[in-house]
């Protein structure tokens, strides 16, 4: 226990999966949602009645939430949490699904984030994302995340001197990690010429520094970890977590997330430092975010992250391995799925389940997830450290 908090002890993170990205889909949400659900009843070897308690997190799910998702799916939980908190919500699905189970008000928990991509998806998710943005960006004609990361990283990089190349050179380690995913919609190598030269979106924003939005899910289960033993789950254990909302508020433009303030405490927790992790998963839906997290998080001091990027090798197989799927830059943006891709990915690596590249010896892994921009910040961070179960 750190700074009076109560640790996980007790509970088990389990049953990686993914239900596969496509760029665009005529299923809802509801659907995916459903998938999903299956596919972790069936890892688990378990009955639908088993899951008797629900996390969801989708976009598209409207005008449904998880209540509503409940009659769809023919279930009855007697616990339930709908996490309107995007990019991060996977790891605030975790915090809150770890604590029922816990406090016993749940036996298995199931975690879902999904989400569809019809031709008009995105835009009617735009349109009704914010009112901060309704009110104060689109009677000036801007709207859409791309417009709000392009200012963003227009000012982290007359702030920092980063350079195109820096953010070039992570784009380019994440699309080598998704060639050994088959889950990724991007199938190409990419260089950084193609980097570079690739059309421009918002400046200083081009193509590759832009995700795509997709439709699909990725879900979890935590439970007590007598039960896992049980079912013969690998799993992995919770160190420590955080999040934080509006973080900084009085800077103006942002350049730092939550993780800056909850730093201390959550290494704390974990008993670890920054140097005893040993992959990185972060929310990447713009290179920007990726910089300011490994600076956030502690591998680097504010401003260092292209320095950083530029000294290391972000494989899989590199020595500071990052977003090791490919991240949402290669594999797609499923809405908000999105913020658990990180987490199912980590619990993969953790549990020797891997889809695709691995990091050998892995034992301890962070997940940091970010979301809910609202055009000149994100609003939503959070973060988890988790452990390999001990032989």
Known sequence: MAGGRRGYDGVAVCAPVTVAYVRHSIRGAHWFCGRALAALIERA?????DVDGMCVSSFTLAPDTAVGLTQHLGMSPRWLD???MGGASGVVALRRAARAVQAGDADIVACIAADTNHVDSFRRTVASFSQFAN?????YGSGGPNASFAFLTDHYMRAFGARREDFGKLCIAQRDNALRNP???MKRPLTLAA???ARPIAEPLRLFDCVMPCAGAEAFLVMPVDRADGLG?????????IERHNAFPDDPIQIRGGWAMDRDAFYDMA?????????????DDYPVICFMQIEDLGFCAKGEAPAFVRARDLTAGGDFPFNTSGGQLSAGQAGAAGGSLGLVEAIRQLTGETLGAVVADARRGLVSCFGMINYDRGLCTSAAILARAAA
């Open 45 to 49: 070897g378990i009955g639908k009645h």
């Open 82 to 84: 709908h996490i309107p």
């Open 135 to 139: 009110d104060a960006v689109y009677p």
């Open 183 to 185: 889950n990724a919609l």
């Open 195 to 197: 980097y570079l030269d």
């Open 233 to 241: 789950l690998p799993y992995v254990t919770i160190e420590a977590t």
């Open 271 to 283: 008993g670890c430092g920054p140097d005893e992790i040993d992959f990185v998963q972060a929310y």
